[in-house]
């Protein structure tokens, strides 16, 4: 399993500035590639390298560098044909499509340039680095960070990372290839989780994730942003600047804690986790305008994924099931109704009368459709016939 981990890079003024100076030039080298390979109707890697590589030495750039300037240019035409193939972009003909393939992928000056092992050595007992620059190699550059993320950098880490630079800050992205433990083809039962926005994350063992105060806090962010906006000024801009990735953060560090949670419980108790198959609910779902905002900005993929990789590293089974009528079907009768729902907090069965937490009812029926997905799913272990 493929993890990537984050060190903050601490340079010196003049390793800064070579570091700053080495990302705009090879993206201002890469938005060149992008117009070459924009002018030729993208043409293949080798292909384009061909087009390309000559030049990109002659202005300085590295061997290894060169490579991975067009490679990077080319994967980012890859990602951008697959968005569209996948509809990402629009219809045919929309305004957003259009503006996407009407001209060359442009790249950020600050925009992350991959450097393999040619580039980049790690010297983890002295925590510095040792990387290409413009300006010459730079050795001993310190980085800083946890011991744990230490500890998978010097055990997993494999193939390339990547240096980008946020904020004035200089960061480096390692990808580490951690191996999967075995998961546990028996488990004692599944967990349930139910999804939602007034609660994040309830699961059928009880374990209810309040999602008040992430509401509050996006609810307090889409002020400060709608206020900024309204000013226009060149100052609000650079605070909306500032703050751009700082409710994303805050999510982000929200649903870690919560599939953490989830995973932990699941593979102490030795049950496996029901998830539901929530792909292209927006495009399902039809809402008030006042309630669009708050289910867009709802990061329940993001939860999902941390759960599934977790999971994995943790060796616990998961399994996705059906979300259809989970939230009106009865947990002991099996009744479904719409009527049951009395509203976002009650359930109560207009069959059997029982009565429940709405969202307790739905977990405890992910967790049961969760053990049907999983025996239906298993290999027959009856003996072949002689």
């Known amino acids: 399993m493929k993890l990537v981990t984050q060190v903050k890079l601490m340079p010196e003024a003049d390793q800064a500035a070579a570091l700053r100076f080495t990302l705009r030039t090879v993206n201002e080298a890469a938005c060149w590639v ?12 080798y292909e384009l390298r061909k087009h390309t590589y000559a030049e ?27 968005n569209i193939r996948a509809g990402n972009l629009g219809k045919p003909g ?6 996407a393939e009407s001209k060359p992928i442009l790249f950020r000056p600050q925009a992350a340039q991959p ?28 980085f800083a960070c946890s011991p744990d993320a230490l500890k998978v950098l010097r055990e997993h880490r494999k193939g390339e990372s990547d240096l ?3 904020n004035g800050v200089f960061y480096l992205i390692a990808v580490c290839d951690i191996p999967e433990p075995s998961v546990n083809e028996n ?25 008040r105060g992430l509401n509050r806090h996006r609810k307090r962010q889409l002020d400060l942003r709608r206020k900024l906006q309204a000013k226009g000024t060149q100052s609000a801009k650079r605070r909306l600047k500032h703050r751009s990735r700082k409710e994303r953060r805050h999510a982000a560090n929200v649903n870690h804690i919560i599939a953490k949670t989830i995973v932990t419980t699941a593979e102490r108790t030795g049950h496996g986790l029901a998830l539901e198959e929530l792909t ?31 999971a994995r590293r943790a060796g616990v089974p998961l399994v996705y099931v059906d979300p259809a009528y989970t939230s009106r079907q009865c947990s ?11 509203d976002q907090a009650t359930f109560a069965c207009r069959a059997c009368g029982y009565l429940a937490n709405a969202d307790d009812n739905a977990s405890y029926n992910i967790a049961a459709r969760g053990e049907n997905v999983w025996t239906a799913g298993r290999e027959s272990r009856v003996p072949a016939t002689p």
Do not use: M
């Open 332 to 342: 002991e009768c099996g009744h479904i109704d719409r009527k049951n729902r009395v």
């Open 115 to 142: 450097f393999d092992d040619r580039c980049l050595s790690w010297q983890y007992d002295a925590q510095t680095v040792s990387i290409w620059t413009t300006a010459g190699r730079l050795k001993n550059v310190r």
């Open 56 to 82: 990109l030495r002659a202005s300085g750039l590295g061997a290894q560098a060169a490579q991975h300037v067009i490679k990077k240019t080319r994967d980012a035409y890859a990602t951008l044909k697959a």
């Open 187 to 211: 488990p004692s039962g599944f967990i349930g989780v139910d999804f939602g926005i007034a609660n994040i994350a309830t699961t059928s063992t009880g374990y209810r994730a309040a999602g």
């Open 280 to 310: 292209g609910i927006r495009d399902r779902v039809r809402l008030r305008k006042g309630q669009r905002a708050q289910l867009h900005s709802w990061s329940f993929h993001q939860l999902g994924a941390f759960l599934e990789y977790k």
């Open 34 to 45: 992008s117009s070459v390979a924009f002018e030729h109707g993208v043409p293949r890697e």
């Open 164 to 166: 980008i630079e946020r």
């Open 94 to 99: 929309s305004k957003r499509r259009v503006k």
